[in-house]
């Protein structure tokens, strides 16, 4: 008898699948999307209901041409693609491209690759169900239609290489990054006072320890002055003391998004590795699917975990608890991100071992009791001034929840007092402190924390703009397309004041702290900012935030099939297709200028702006007579905060260090990064060497040992045609220009014997018959 054929979307998941369902199934993967948007004219017939054109693409046309034999032997194929619009719409491409009838194929989804949920999905088959396909379709669609219109616009407006491109999502997550940016620039730090006083008291034990109480904060110096001049032999005593009882409850189970921020904040991972190995244990069975955004847990998971937290800690550590979700437009019915069986503390794969423990502490912190605190708040009065100083401290009289797990907060969330609260000694009414000093230490108000990205996804959900699946592949677009960068940032030095009160002594001191210093942070890049102003400008409507929420929210009527996809996309097309042409029309080139001053030499102006290869200083205009001079802007700066002294300093490349075998080496910064320069030859700088800053002793032994490397590298030179033969990792090859050419396997050994007319025929045979690249296989998502 002729098996059932089950089709997935990676390999993995067919694997754990198959030896779930035994001998009736045979179980074979598609490597996710099967069907792609041709590339000419979008893929998509405007004029008729803008009807997608698909096409297999070449790496794929194996796997179908395998997946059609395999259904033609099977006696019935069901589909099991992933349970969201992505996993429905590559159910539909299937039924199309094997010829299948969507109407009556059995489609089965599951949110877990557990035995019960395949079992229990096969047991109720359902069928593709098309609202779900055209809500993917209508984004698809419409992000193709923004994507091959805009882009083009880009190239025609600024003077870069082509490799521009702007969309729906990825140009409005650049504008939050670059906003942001603004902000940090134009803020201006306020200096405050804090006032803190530390006394002494004894414990339970008897034993004298130190606690601090706080003031009211002072505006400035002056103030804070009097205030402390105030205290002078002055007297302590405990007005009032309160103990409050408090408690904290956990954090609802993840959602991508939470996943993505937490994992971020307490693994460092980026957003597409905590996809990539959320990915890897789903499909081993490990965890729920790992796209939702539900917070809910099933009664089944409920319960097991009940059982997990009674077994492991007691009864009183479980609290059961039901979340909901605050986003009303929560896709499909999901579950949390959870593991799939409770007692499963950790899994083996040494990858995804941090993330997998850290999706199981937070499914058993929801479900148990919250956290018991006891607050103290005791009042301090100072006799002299009649002014109060309060110190708290916190106790924790029951852990609950904290004994597994603790959520963490971004930067932006934190305040100045978190973390601060310890435990206060033994207080009683009308009891009198010693002081051992006060201090009034200046404190500076902070910009907002430039977003991480976590904390990016963190606002791109909050303004309703992209879905779970889409979070991970617009940060990296961005990354890539070189909008955005991730990086470092160090800190400056700045001094700070403090006052400090000891035995009624005013003293005046200066320290100082190391301030803006970032890791990991999404910075825009100078090209990020000038796209994100021309499409602000031109295209307001594909920029606004409200405009992109509001896009999301009729992806998901499509998907409940209260609109028509068609119909959605006409509305959004006919006035984005006018914006494209009176842009094309009217709008001016992209320069992105801003002009520093006037260099004395040559009285010319100095501007620093956005050129071919980036971002740069320019002395001089192309319309003088004498040709302007160049200087490339370092990574950490910007042509928005670029001061005339930085740029200046810019233009003392190249720079002469001296002479070394009677000729001079030199420092320069090119197209491909800072160089030594010495007898016509070129050597690349590391990144350890700074070009404005590096010796002729540390630059000479570079010379000496590249030079020697290049040498050895070096089989044959053809001066005149500028041609090389050089040896390489995998063998002997030919260097034309920036071109480099394979030699033929016959020609390897006997590469130092070849001909200028030889190399100049492999050359030519190459270029007729370029190798083919062997595409890479997508995983299935």
Request: charged share 35%; net charge positive.
């Amino acid at each position: 008898m002729a098996k059932n054929l089950l089709i997935v979307e990676s390999p993995a998941k067919a694997k754990t699948i198959e030896k779930i369902l035994g001998e009736d199934f045979e179980v074979k993967s598609c490597y996710g999307h099967i069907r792609d948007l041709e590339k000419d004219d979008m893929g998509i017939d405007i004029k008729n209901n803008y009807r997608p054109r698909y096409i297999v693409p070449a790496d794929k046309e194996k796997v179908v041409k395998e997946l059609k034999s395999v259904a033609k032997k099977s006696g019935e194929v069901w589909l099991a693609t992933d349970e969201d619009r992505e996993g429905e719409a590559i159910s539909w491409h299937l039924c199309e491209v094997l010829g299948l009838d969507p109407v009556t194929t059995k489609r089965i989804v599951f949110h877990e690759i557990t035995k019960p949920a395949i079992q229990s999905a096969v047991t109720k088959p359902r069928t593709v169900d098309m609202n779900l396909v055209n809500a993917q379709q209508a984004r698809r669609i419409l992000d193709r239609i923004v994507g091959f219109e805009l882009s083009p616009v880009l190239w025609r407006k600024m003077s870069m290489k082509n490799n521009l491109s702007a969309g729906r999502v990825q140009s409005v997550a650049v504008r939050i990054i670059a906003e942001r940016e603004r902000e940090i620039n134009a803020f201006t730090p306020v200096s405050s006072f804090k006032i803190e006083a530390l006394f002494t008291a004894k414990d339970v034990s008897g034993k004298a320890v130190t606690f601090s109480a706080e003031g009211r904060k002072q505006s400035s110096a002056e103030n804070a002055e009097k205030f402390l001049q105030g205290c002078i032999k002055a007297d302590y005593t405990v007005t009032d003391i309160q103990v409050k009882p408090g408690k904290k409850s956990p954090a609802a189970p993840f959602t991508t998004s939470t996943l993505q921020q937490e994992a971020s904040r307490k693994l460092g991972y980026s957003v597409s590795r905590t996809m990539l190995l959320a990915q890897k244990l789903y499909e081993s069975g490990k965890i729920t699917y790992m796209r939702t955004d539900s917070v809910n847990l099933s009664d089944l998971a409920m319960d097991a975990a009940a059982n997990q937290i009674k077994s492991q800690y007691g009864n009183k550590y479980h609290q059961a608890r039901k979340f909901k979700n605050k986003n009303e437009s929560a896709q499909e019915a999901h579950e949390a991100i959870r593991p799939t069986y409770m007692d499963a503390m950790t899994v083996e794969d040494a990858d995804c071992r941090r993330l997998y423990e850290l999706i199981w502490k937070r499914t058993m912190a929801s479900q148990m009791a919250d956290a018991e605190l006891e607050k103290t708040i005791a009042k301090i009065r100072i006799s002299t001034n009649k002014e109060e100083l309060t110190a708290s401290g916190e106790v924790l009289k029951f852990d609950g929840f904290l004994k597994v797990y603790m959520e963490d907060r971004d930067e932006e969330d934190m305040t100045e007092e978190d973390g601060q609260e310890g435990m206060l000694p033994p207080l009683t009414v009308n009891q009198k402190l010693p002081l051992k000093e006060m201090r009034a230490v200046e404190r500076f108000t902070r910009p907002q924390p430039r977003y991480t990205e976590a904390s990016l996804v963190k606002k791109l959900e909050e303004l309703g703009i992209g879905r779970p699946s889409t979070y991970a592949p617009t940060i990296s677009t961005i990354l890539k397309r070189g909008y955005v960068e991730k990086r470092d940032k160090e800190g400056v030095k700045r001094d700070f004041r403090i006052l400090q009160l000891k035995n009624d002594k005013i003293e005046k001191l200066v320290e100082q702290e190391n301030t803006g210093a970032e890791k990991s942070k999404l910075f825009p890049t100078d090209l990020g900012l000038v796209v994100t102003d021309f499409l602000k400008q031109y295209f307001d409507d594909i920029m606004d935030y409200h405009f992109t929420a509001r896009i999301e929210e009729e992806f998901d009527e499509v998907a409940r099939g209260k609109i028509q996809w068609s119909k959605m996309i006409d509305d959004f097309y006919n006035p984005f297709k006018k914006d494209v042409e009176n842009t094309i029309e009217n709008a001016e080139r992209i320069k992105g200028e801003r002009e520093l001053g006037i260099d004395p030499a040559s009285g010319k102006k100095v501007v620093a702006r956005m050129g071919r290869y980036g971002p740069m200083v320019q002395i001089g205009d192309v319309n003088d007579e004498e040709k302007p001079r160049f200087a490339k802007l370092k990574n950490t700066q910007s042509i928005e905060t670029i001061s005339y002294d930085e740029a200046m300093e810019l233009f003392r490349l190249p720079r002469n260090l001296g002479p070394f075998e009677d000729k001079d080496v030199t420092v320069n910064i090119g197209r491909f990064g800072p160089y030594i320069a010495h007898d016509g030859k070129f050597y690349s700088l590391g990144k350890e060497f700074d070009p404005y800053t590096i010796t002729f002793d540390q630059a000479q032994p570079m010379v000496v040992e590249k030079r020697a490397a290049k040498e050895q590298r070096t089989i044959k030179v053809f001066e005149k045609e500028k041609i090389q033969l050089l040896r390489g990792p995998y063998g002997p090859y030919i260097k034309q220009g920036l071109r480099n050419y394979k030699l033929p396997k016959e020609k390897q050994e006997t590469a130092a014997d070849l001909t200028l007319e030889e190399v100049k025929a492999i050359i030519e045979e190459v270029k007729a018959n370029p190798p083919k690249r062997v595409p890479r296989k997508k995983k299935g998502s």
